[in-house]
Protein backbone atom coordinates (compact mmCIF):
# COMPACT_ATOMS: atom_id res chain seq x y z
CA UNK A 1 0.00 0.00 0.00
CA UNK A 2 1.68 3.28 -0.97
CA UNK A 3 0.48 6.65 0.04
CA UNK A 4 1.83 9.48 -2.58
CA UNK A 5 1.62 12.99 -2.64
CA UNK A 6 0.55 14.64 -6.47
CA UNK A 7 2.34 17.35 -7.31
CA UNK A 8 -0.35 18.74 -10.33
CA UNK A 9 -4.61 18.91 -10.78
CA UNK A 10 -4.72 18.82 -14.36
CA UNK A 11 -5.64 16.26 -17.17
CA UNK A 12 -2.45 13.77 -16.03
CA UNK A 13 -3.31 14.79 -12.38
CA UNK A 14 -6.82 13.26 -12.94
CA UNK A 15 -5.70 10.26 -14.87
CA UNK A 16 -2.97 9.41 -12.41
CA UNK A 17 -5.28 10.07 -9.47
CA UNK A 18 -8.44 8.00 -10.62
CA UNK A 19 -5.73 4.44 -11.62
CA UNK A 20 -4.20 5.03 -7.83
CA UNK A 21 -7.83 5.33 -6.50
CA UNK A 22 -9.38 2.76 -9.01
CA UNK A 23 -10.69 -0.40 -8.81
CA UNK A 24 -10.91 -0.62 -4.78
CA UNK A 25 -7.09 0.05 -4.75
CA UNK A 26 -5.29 0.07 -1.34
CA UNK A 27 -3.01 2.68 -2.95
CA UNK A 28 -4.16 6.66 -2.35
CA UNK A 29 -3.42 10.04 -3.07
CA UNK A 30 -2.64 11.76 0.65
CA UNK A 31 -1.46 14.99 -0.20
CA UNK A 32 -2.21 17.30 -3.10
CA UNK A 33 -0.62 20.21 -4.54
CA UNK A 34 -2.30 22.73 -7.26
CA UNK A 35 -0.53 26.35 -7.75
CA UNK A 36 -3.90 28.14 -5.94
CA UNK A 37 -5.33 26.53 -2.80
CA UNK A 38 -8.97 26.71 -4.19
CA UNK A 39 -7.72 24.29 -6.88
CA UNK A 40 -5.89 22.44 -4.27
CA UNK A 41 -8.98 22.00 -2.39
CA UNK A 42 -11.41 21.20 -4.61
CA UNK A 43 -9.47 18.53 -6.74
CA UNK A 44 -8.84 17.05 -2.06
CA UNK A 45 -12.94 17.58 -1.98
CA UNK A 46 -13.37 15.19 -5.82
CA UNK A 47 -11.09 12.49 -5.21
CA UNK A 48 -11.26 12.11 -0.85
CA UNK A 49 -7.76 13.54 -0.94
CA UNK A 50 -6.98 14.32 3.25
CA UNK A 51 -4.33 16.86 2.74
CA UNK A 52 -3.92 20.22 0.44
CA UNK A 53 -1.40 22.40 -0.46
CA UNK A 54 -0.16 25.47 -2.61
CA UNK A 55 3.29 25.14 -1.50
CA UNK A 56 5.03 22.51 -3.33
CA UNK A 57 8.10 21.93 -1.13
CA UNK A 58 5.50 21.29 2.05
CA UNK A 59 3.87 18.60 -0.32
CA UNK A 60 6.99 17.11 -1.86
CA UNK A 61 8.21 16.74 2.64
CA UNK A 62 4.64 15.66 3.99
CA UNK A 63 5.61 12.68 6.20
CA UNK A 64 2.46 11.14 5.76
CA UNK A 65 3.30 9.93 1.62
CA UNK A 66 6.42 7.54 0.69
CA UNK A 67 6.07 8.70 -2.91
CA UNK A 68 5.52 12.10 -5.26
CA UNK A 69 4.21 11.42 -8.48
CA UNK A 70 4.78 14.58 -10.69
CA UNK A 71 2.28 15.75 -12.59
CA UNK A 72 3.42 19.14 -13.39
CA UNK A 73 4.18 20.90 -16.79
CA UNK A 74 7.82 20.07 -18.25
CA UNK A 75 9.10 23.00 -16.62
CA UNK A 76 8.79 22.81 -13.38
CA UNK A 77 9.92 18.75 -13.75
CA UNK A 78 13.70 19.50 -13.02
CA UNK A 79 12.54 21.78 -9.96
CA UNK A 80 10.40 19.39 -8.46
CA UNK A 81 12.91 16.19 -8.57
CA UNK A 82 15.20 18.46 -6.35
CA UNK A 83 12.78 18.83 -4.17
CA UNK A 84 12.15 15.34 -3.88
CA UNK A 85 15.58 14.15 -3.82
CA UNK A 86 16.60 16.37 -0.99
CA UNK A 87 13.43 15.46 1.00
CA UNK A 88 14.65 11.74 0.18
CA UNK A 89 11.59 10.94 -1.33
CA UNK A 90 10.60 8.41 -3.55
CA UNK A 91 9.69 10.30 -7.23
CA UNK A 92 7.61 9.20 -10.17
CA UNK A 93 7.83 12.44 -13.11
CA UNK A 94 5.58 12.20 -16.02
CA UNK A 95 6.76 12.21 -19.50
CA UNK A 96 9.04 14.26 -21.00
CA UNK A 97 11.42 13.47 -18.09
CA UNK A 98 13.20 16.92 -19.42
CA UNK A 99 12.61 19.92 -21.98
CA UNK A 100 16.32 18.45 -22.93
CA UNK A 101 18.97 15.99 -22.04
CA UNK A 102 20.91 18.13 -20.02
CA UNK A 103 18.31 18.85 -17.93
CA UNK A 104 17.33 14.97 -17.43
CA UNK A 105 20.74 14.25 -16.63
CA UNK A 106 20.51 16.85 -13.52
CA UNK A 107 17.65 15.06 -12.48
CA UNK A 108 19.20 11.27 -12.70
CA UNK A 109 21.98 12.64 -11.20
CA UNK A 110 20.08 13.68 -8.19
CA UNK A 111 18.07 10.98 -8.02
CA UNK A 112 20.87 8.48 -8.02
CA UNK A 113 23.09 10.69 -5.39
CA UNK A 114 20.09 10.90 -3.13
CA UNK A 115 19.86 7.09 -3.68
CA UNK A 116 16.08 7.53 -4.02
CA UNK A 117 13.52 5.75 -5.84
CA UNK A 118 13.06 6.49 -9.54
CA UNK A 119 10.27 6.30 -12.20
CA UNK A 120 10.02 7.58 -15.54
CA UNK A 121 5.66 7.39 -15.92
CA UNK A 122 5.94 6.32 -19.75
CA UNK A 123 2.56 4.78 -20.10
CA UNK A 124 2.36 3.73 -23.51
CA UNK A 125 5.33 1.20 -22.87
CA UNK A 126 2.77 -0.16 -20.82
CA UNK A 127 -0.54 -0.53 -22.26
CA UNK A 128 -2.21 -4.23 -22.55
CA UNK A 129 -1.02 -4.38 -25.89
CA UNK A 130 2.40 -3.14 -25.63
CA UNK A 131 3.02 -5.54 -23.02
CA UNK A 132 1.48 -8.53 -25.18
CA UNK A 133 3.86 -7.70 -27.96
CA UNK A 134 6.95 -7.17 -26.07
CA UNK A 135 6.13 -10.53 -24.99
CA UNK A 136 5.99 -11.86 -28.08
CA UNK A 137 9.19 -9.81 -29.16
CA UNK A 138 11.04 -11.16 -26.53
CA UNK A 139 9.99 -14.93 -27.38
CA UNK A 140 11.32 -14.36 -30.74
CA UNK A 141 8.54 -14.44 -32.65
CA UNK A 142 9.42 -11.55 -35.36
CA UNK A 143 13.13 -12.58 -35.25
CA UNK A 144 15.63 -9.74 -35.32
CA UNK A 145 13.65 -6.34 -35.39
CA UNK A 146 14.62 -4.13 -38.04
CA UNK A 147 11.51 -1.36 -37.62
CA UNK A 148 9.48 -0.32 -35.09
CA UNK A 149 7.11 2.77 -36.08
CA UNK A 150 5.40 4.52 -33.24
CA UNK A 151 2.79 7.29 -34.28
CA UNK A 152 0.70 9.60 -32.25
CA UNK A 153 -1.16 12.54 -33.48
CA UNK A 154 -3.92 14.73 -32.50
CA UNK A 155 -5.12 18.32 -33.24
CA UNK A 156 -3.11 19.99 -30.14
CA UNK A 157 -2.90 20.22 -26.54
CA UNK A 158 -5.82 21.18 -23.81
CA UNK A 159 -3.85 24.03 -22.07
CA UNK A 160 -1.72 27.05 -23.04
CA UNK A 161 1.85 25.99 -21.50
CA UNK A 162 2.25 23.30 -24.34
CA UNK A 163 1.90 25.48 -26.75
CA UNK A 164 5.03 28.18 -25.70
CA UNK A 165 8.27 27.02 -26.19
CA UNK A 166 10.40 28.11 -23.03
CA UNK A 167 8.01 26.25 -20.90
CA UNK A 168 7.32 23.07 -22.83
CA UNK A 169 10.50 22.85 -24.21
CA UNK A 170 9.51 22.50 -27.77
CA UNK A 171 6.47 21.24 -29.92
CA UNK A 172 4.97 18.11 -30.96
CA UNK A 173 8.11 16.26 -30.99
CA UNK A 174 8.93 16.77 -27.01
CA UNK A 175 5.81 16.41 -26.36
CA UNK A 176 4.56 13.17 -28.12
CA UNK A 177 7.40 12.30 -30.26
CA UNK A 178 8.94 11.48 -26.56
CA UNK A 179 6.33 8.43 -25.70
CA UNK A 180 7.03 7.23 -29.13
CA UNK A 181 10.53 6.83 -29.24
CA UNK A 182 10.40 5.30 -26.03
CA UNK A 183 8.13 2.49 -27.35
CA UNK A 184 10.39 2.08 -30.58
CA UNK A 185 12.96 1.39 -28.23
CA UNK A 186 10.97 -1.36 -26.42
CA UNK A 187 10.51 -3.33 -29.08
CA UNK A 188 13.73 -2.68 -30.40
CA UNK A 189 15.63 -3.34 -27.07
CA UNK A 190 16.54 -0.99 -24.94
CA UNK A 191 20.13 -2.68 -23.99
CA UNK A 192 20.71 -1.13 -28.32
CA UNK A 193 22.00 2.12 -28.49
CA UNK A 194 20.55 4.73 -30.26
CA UNK A 195 23.33 6.09 -32.60
CA UNK A 196 21.95 8.99 -34.75
CA UNK A 197 18.72 10.71 -35.84
CA UNK A 198 17.43 12.14 -39.06
CA UNK A 199 14.67 13.85 -37.99
CA UNK A 200 11.78 16.51 -40.14
CA UNK A 201 9.98 18.80 -38.09
CA UNK A 202 7.77 21.99 -39.38
CA UNK A 203 5.30 24.74 -37.96
CA UNK A 204 2.43 23.50 -40.70
CA UNK A 205 -0.78 24.77 -38.89
CA UNK A 206 -0.65 26.87 -35.84
CA UNK A 207 1.03 30.36 -35.72
CA UNK A 208 3.27 28.92 -32.52
CA UNK A 209 7.68 28.73 -32.82
CA UNK A 210 7.85 25.17 -32.19
CA UNK A 211 7.00 22.12 -34.58
CA UNK A 212 3.45 21.22 -34.79
CA UNK A 213 4.29 18.25 -36.93
CA UNK A 214 7.61 16.14 -36.68
CA UNK A 215 8.76 12.89 -38.61
CA UNK A 216 12.19 11.37 -37.64
CA UNK A 217 14.13 8.13 -37.72
CA UNK A 218 16.35 7.15 -35.17
CA UNK A 219 19.24 4.69 -36.46
CA UNK A 220 20.48 1.90 -33.74
CA UNK A 221 23.48 -0.03 -33.36
CA UNK A 222 21.56 -3.45 -34.42
CA UNK A 223 20.90 -1.99 -37.60
CA UNK A 224 17.15 -1.36 -36.57
CA UNK A 225 15.60 1.77 -37.46
CA UNK A 226 13.18 3.26 -35.24
CA UNK A 227 10.94 5.68 -36.31
CA UNK A 228 8.40 8.54 -34.49
CA UNK A 229 5.62 10.46 -36.31
CA UNK A 230 3.81 13.01 -34.19
CA UNK A 231 1.61 15.92 -34.63
CA UNK A 232 -0.28 18.37 -33.39
CA UNK A 233 -2.18 19.01 -36.62
CA UNK A 234 -3.76 16.05 -36.99
CA UNK A 235 -7.41 15.95 -37.55
CA UNK A 236 -10.03 13.07 -36.53
CA UNK A 237 -9.34 12.47 -32.93
CA UNK A 238 -5.87 11.00 -30.97
CA UNK A 239 -4.00 8.32 -33.51
CA UNK A 240 -2.22 5.86 -31.64
CA UNK A 241 -0.39 3.06 -33.67
CA UNK A 242 2.47 0.88 -33.81
CA UNK A 243 4.06 -1.43 -36.37
CA UNK A 244 6.64 -3.41 -35.75
CA UNK A 245 8.59 -5.49 -38.36
CA UNK A 246 11.31 -8.51 -37.92
CA UNK A 247 13.27 -10.73 -39.66
CA UNK A 248 10.36 -13.16 -38.82
CA UNK A 249 7.58 -11.32 -38.48
CA UNK A 250 5.53 -8.41 -38.21
CA UNK A 251 3.30 -6.59 -35.28
CA UNK A 252 0.49 -3.87 -35.89
CA UNK A 253 -1.36 -2.10 -32.91
CA UNK A 254 -4.30 0.35 -33.03
CA UNK A 255 -4.47 1.54 -29.14
CA UNK A 256 -7.21 4.08 -29.63
CA UNK A 257 -9.54 4.28 -32.69
CA UNK A 258 -11.48 1.55 -34.63
CA UNK A 259 -10.59 -1.26 -31.89
CA UNK A 260 -13.75 -2.57 -32.22
CA UNK A 261 -15.75 0.06 -30.15
CA UNK A 262 -17.39 2.18 -33.08
CA UNK A 263 -20.61 4.02 -32.53
CA UNK A 264 -23.11 6.27 -34.79
CA UNK A 265 -25.22 9.14 -33.08
CA UNK A 266 -26.91 11.31 -34.35
CA UNK A 267 -27.92 13.47 -31.33
CA UNK A 268 -24.43 12.65 -29.00
CA UNK A 269 -24.68 12.15 -25.23
CA UNK A 270 -23.57 15.37 -23.88
CA UNK A 271 -20.04 15.42 -23.53
CA UNK A 272 -16.85 13.72 -23.50
CA UNK A 273 -16.12 10.74 -25.60
CA UNK A 274 -12.47 10.12 -25.16
CA UNK A 275 -9.49 12.11 -24.97
CA UNK A 276 -8.77 13.87 -27.72
CA UNK A 277 -11.88 13.16 -29.46
CA UNK A 278 -13.26 15.99 -31.89
CA UNK A 279 -16.49 15.24 -32.36
CA UNK A 280 -19.44 13.83 -30.30
CA UNK A 281 -22.01 12.38 -32.97
CA UNK A 282 -21.82 10.55 -36.23
CA UNK A 283 -19.45 7.90 -36.45
CA UNK A 284 -17.31 8.06 -33.14
CA UNK A 285 -15.23 5.41 -31.11
CA UNK A 286 -15.60 5.63 -27.40
CA UNK A 287 -13.43 4.26 -25.25
CA UNK A 288 -14.38 1.83 -22.47
CA UNK A 289 -11.68 1.59 -20.35
CA UNK A 290 -9.41 4.45 -20.78
CA UNK A 291 -6.91 4.22 -17.90
CA UNK A 292 -6.40 0.69 -18.63
CA UNK A 293 -6.00 1.40 -22.68
CA UNK A 294 -3.54 4.00 -22.29
CA UNK A 295 -1.48 1.77 -19.52
CA UNK A 296 -1.68 3.73 -16.51
CA UNK A 297 -2.69 0.90 -14.99
CA UNK A 298 0.02 -1.50 -15.36
CA UNK A 299 2.48 1.62 -15.07
CA UNK A 300 1.40 2.31 -11.51
CA UNK A 301 1.34 -1.87 -10.54
CA UNK A 302 4.72 -1.89 -11.55
CA UNK A 303 6.07 1.25 -10.58
CA UNK A 304 4.71 0.64 -7.09
CA UNK A 305 5.53 -3.04 -6.79
CA UNK A 306 8.90 -1.94 -7.56
CA UNK A 307 8.97 0.47 -4.88
CA UNK A 308 7.95 -1.64 -2.67
CA UNK A 309 10.48 -4.92 -3.26
CA UNK A 310 12.95 -2.29 -3.91
CA UNK A 311 13.78 -3.15 -7.39
CA UNK A 312 14.14 -1.03 -10.54
CA UNK A 313 10.29 -0.63 -12.62
CA UNK A 314 10.47 -1.18 -16.06
CA UNK A 315 10.97 2.75 -16.92
CA UNK A 316 12.91 4.68 -14.92
CA UNK A 317 14.72 8.02 -14.86
CA UNK A 318 17.90 6.68 -17.15
CA UNK A 319 15.31 5.63 -19.86
CA UNK A 320 14.39 9.16 -19.93
CA UNK A 321 17.56 10.79 -20.02
CA UNK A 322 17.90 8.62 -23.39
CA UNK A 323 14.79 9.54 -24.82
CA UNK A 324 15.58 13.32 -24.15
CA UNK A 325 19.47 12.51 -25.80
CA UNK A 326 17.36 11.38 -28.90
CA UNK A 327 15.45 14.14 -28.60
CA UNK A 328 17.84 16.97 -29.04
CA UNK A 329 19.59 15.34 -31.54
CA UNK A 330 16.15 15.24 -33.46
CA UNK A 331 15.99 18.90 -32.86
CA UNK A 332 19.35 19.67 -34.09
CA UNK A 333 18.82 17.37 -37.20
CA UNK A 334 15.73 19.81 -37.94
CA UNK A 335 18.12 22.36 -38.01
CA UNK A 336 21.05 20.84 -40.29
CA UNK A 337 18.75 18.73 -42.59
CA UNK A 338 21.35 16.10 -41.67
CA UNK A 339 21.83 12.95 -39.61
CA UNK A 340 22.86 14.10 -36.14
CA UNK A 341 24.68 11.63 -33.24
CA UNK A 342 23.04 10.91 -30.59
CA UNK A 343 24.96 12.86 -27.77
CA UNK A 344 24.17 10.12 -24.57
CA UNK A 345 27.62 10.80 -22.22
CA UNK A 346 26.07 8.04 -19.49
CA UNK A 347 25.56 4.79 -22.28
CA UNK A 348 24.77 2.07 -19.95
CA UNK A 349 23.82 -0.87 -22.45
CA UNK A 350 25.54 -2.95 -25.02
CA UNK A 351 28.50 -2.08 -26.51
CA UNK A 352 27.88 -4.33 -29.17
CA UNK A 353 27.29 -3.25 -33.01
CA UNK A 354 24.77 -4.89 -35.10
CA UNK A 355 24.45 -8.79 -36.22
CA UNK A 356 24.07 -7.27 -39.99
CA UNK A 357 22.30 -9.43 -42.77
CA UNK A 358 22.46 -12.70 -41.68
CA UNK A 359 22.98 -15.51 -44.77
CA UNK A 360 20.62 -18.89 -44.97
CA UNK A 361 22.35 -21.86 -46.74
CA UNK A 362 20.02 -23.05 -49.59
CA UNK A 363 22.68 -25.46 -50.55
CA UNK A 364 26.66 -26.06 -51.02
CA UNK A 365 26.73 -23.49 -54.09
CA UNK A 366 23.78 -20.99 -52.75
CA UNK A 367 22.77 -18.53 -50.06
CA UNK A 368 18.63 -18.15 -50.21
CA UNK A 369 17.28 -15.03 -50.97
CA UNK A 370 13.50 -15.44 -51.36
CA UNK A 371 10.97 -18.03 -51.95
CA UNK A 372 7.41 -17.28 -53.42
CA UNK A 373 4.28 -19.86 -54.86
CA UNK A 374 3.46 -17.83 -57.97
CA UNK A 375 -0.17 -17.22 -59.49
CA UNK A 376 0.58 -20.47 -61.93
CA UNK A 377 1.17 -22.37 -58.63
CA UNK A 378 4.82 -22.68 -59.47
CA UNK A 379 7.82 -22.07 -56.88
CA UNK A 380 10.32 -19.55 -57.49
CA UNK A 381 13.43 -19.41 -55.93
CA UNK A 382 15.91 -16.33 -55.96
CA UNK A 383 19.37 -17.47 -54.83
CA UNK A 384 22.69 -15.80 -54.78
CA UNK A 385 25.93 -17.99 -55.90
CA UNK A 386 28.42 -18.09 -53.07
CA UNK A 387 30.89 -18.15 -55.63
CA UNK A 388 30.99 -14.37 -57.27
CA UNK A 389 27.65 -13.23 -55.49
CA UNK A 390 25.52 -13.94 -58.68
CA UNK A 391 21.85 -13.61 -57.91
CA UNK A 392 20.16 -16.18 -60.12
CA UNK A 393 16.44 -17.59 -60.47
CA UNK A 394 14.86 -20.81 -60.16
CA UNK A 395 11.52 -22.27 -60.41
CA UNK A 396 9.92 -25.50 -59.54
CA UNK A 397 6.95 -26.69 -61.19
N1 LIG B 1 0.27 10.21 -21.36
C1 LIG B 1 0.98 10.92 -20.53
O1 LIG B 1 1.88 10.39 -19.94
C2 LIG B 1 0.70 12.38 -20.35
C3 LIG B 1 -0.51 12.93 -20.82
C4 LIG B 1 -0.73 14.30 -20.61
C5 LIG B 1 0.23 15.06 -19.97
N2 LIG B 1 1.40 14.50 -19.56
C6 LIG B 1 2.44 15.30 -18.92
O2 LIG B 1 1.96 15.74 -17.65
C7 LIG B 1 2.44 17.04 -17.36
C8 LIG B 1 1.24 17.94 -17.10
O3 LIG B 1 0.39 17.92 -18.24
P1 LIG B 1 -1.20 18.07 -18.13
O4 LIG B 1 -1.76 17.57 -19.38
O5 LIG B 1 -1.69 17.51 -16.85
O6 LIG B 1 -1.28 19.66 -18.11
P2 LIG B 1 -2.46 20.52 -17.54
O7 LIG B 1 -2.27 21.88 -18.07
O8 LIG B 1 -3.77 19.82 -17.74
O9 LIG B 1 -2.17 20.52 -15.97
C9 LIG B 1 -0.99 21.08 -15.44
C10 LIG B 1 -1.10 21.28 -13.94
O10 LIG B 1 0.01 22.04 -13.52
C11 LIG B 1 -0.45 23.29 -12.97
N3 LIG B 1 0.44 24.38 -13.38
C12 LIG B 1 0.50 24.98 -14.57
N4 LIG B 1 1.45 25.95 -14.57
C13 LIG B 1 1.98 25.94 -13.33
C14 LIG B 1 2.98 26.70 -12.69
N5 LIG B 1 3.65 27.66 -13.34
N6 LIG B 1 3.25 26.42 -11.41
C15 LIG B 1 2.61 25.43 -10.76
N7 LIG B 1 1.66 24.68 -11.32
C16 LIG B 1 1.34 24.93 -12.59
C17 LIG B 1 -1.85 23.46 -13.52
O11 LIG B 1 -2.62 24.28 -12.70
C18 LIG B 1 -2.34 22.02 -13.52
O12 LIG B 1 -2.67 21.60 -12.22
C19 LIG B 1 3.30 17.46 -18.56
O13 LIG B 1 4.65 17.20 -18.30
C20 LIG B 1 2.81 16.56 -19.68
O14 LIG B 1 3.78 16.31 -20.67
C21 LIG B 1 1.63 13.17 -19.71
Given at each position: ?????????????????????????????????????????????????????????????????????????????????????????????????????????????????????????????????????????????????????????HSGPHSEWFWDKAQSGGGA??????????????????????????????????????????????????????????????????????????????????????????????????????????????????????????????????????????????????????????????????????????DLADWRGSAE?????????????????????????????????????????????
Amino acid sequence: MAQITMLGTGLIGRFYTQTLHGQRSRDRVQVVYSRTEERARSFAQEWGIPTWTADMAAAIRDPQTDAVVIGLPNHLHEQAVQLCAEAGKAVLCTKPLGRTAAEAKRMLDAVEKAGVFHGYLEDLAYTPKTLKALQSIQNGALGRVLWARSRETHSGPHSEWFWDKAQSGGGALVDMGCHCIEVSRNFIGKDVRPLEVMCWGATQVHPIEAEDSTIGLVRYASGAIGQFEASWAFRGGMDLRDEITGTAGTLWLNHWQRTGHEMFTAVGEGGYVAEKAEGATGWIFPVGDEIGTLGYLEMFTDMLDALEAGRKPMEDFYDGYVVNAIMDAAYRSIESKRWEPVDLADWRGSAEAGAGVQLTEFDADHYLIKRETMPDGRTRLILKEKAGGKIVQRVID
